[in-house]
């Protein structure tokens, strides 16, 4: 059990370190997380549809 659990808290420090690297923010939160998600899809989805709001 003890080499699952090292892996998997291995994993996950590995998995945000890539994520602070692509995205270049830090997650502080599921929230803010969630928020991001949204603004970009938001972003994307007024893009194709030839919204530009400023």
Known sequence: M???TYLSG???V???YLWFLY????I???SS???R????RR???YKSRSLYLE
Do not use: R, W
Request: glycine share 12%; charged share 10%.
């Open 10 to 12: 291995l994993s996950a």
């Open 2 to 4: 003890e080499p699952i």
């Open 14 to 16: 590995v998995c945000g």
């Open 43 to 45: 972003g994307t989805s």
């Open 23 to 26: 995205q270049g923010c830090e």
């Open 33 to 35: 997380v969630l928020d």
């Open 37 to 40: 998600s949204i603004s970009t």
């Open 28 to 30: 502080s939160s599921y």
